[in-house]
């Protein structure tokens, strides 16, 4: 699998660990600004209505969950209302 489809597998897991409705496929895109690191999702954004929690307490959420050992993610980042910001290990 690639990086991107491994964080997708992991985001997936980590939404249903926390509640999320069924079905819930989570978009990774490559952000504008790379200082924004390799990719970035909105996931939490679009957990906060049907979890009733704030973006940022779902991202935060989120981190917690997620396994990123395989998918080589140096770092994580809750930026704005509550994307999260991957950066790639360099051999990822």
Known sequence: MTP???LRTEL???AAA???PDGITPALERPRDPAHG???TNLALTL?????K???DIAADLVAHLDLSAA???STEIAGPGFIN???DAGA
């Open 18 to 20: 926390i509640g999320a």
């Open 38 to 40: 390799d990719w970035a």
């Open 86 to 88: 991957f950066r790639l």
């Open 54 to 56: 704030k973006p940022r």
């Open 4 to 6: 991107d489809e491994l």
């Open 48 to 52: 906060a209505k049907p979890l009733a």
């Open 72 to 74: 080589g993610v140096a």
């Open 12 to 14: 997936t897991r980590a």
